[in-house]
């Protein structure tokens, strides 16, 4: 799910195992970044706006995965 500005992307897939990958640029210059993070090192804001932009049809697994 892509939760960027029009500049730098921010991108985060979710997966099964509790695990997220994360892609994103941290400015201009460094562009195309990517870490691994565990749903529970997301905050809340950050997880709430996931499950927003999150497909009506992954809502419910979506939540599960982020613990909401």
């Not at 090192?41 to 049809?57: T, Y």
Request: with cysteine; proline share 1%.
């Amino acid at each position: 799910m892509y939760l960027g500005n029009s500049m730098l992307d921010d991108d985060y897939t979710l997966y099964e195992d509790g695990q997220v990958k994360r892609f994103y640029d941290r400015n201009q210059w460094s562009l195309n970044n990517e870490e691994w993070v565990e749903v529970k090192n997301l905050s809340d804001r950050i997880k709430q706006k996931l499950l927003d932009k999150c497909p009506e049809d992954y809502k419910n697994k979506a939540r599960q995965l982020l613990s909401l």
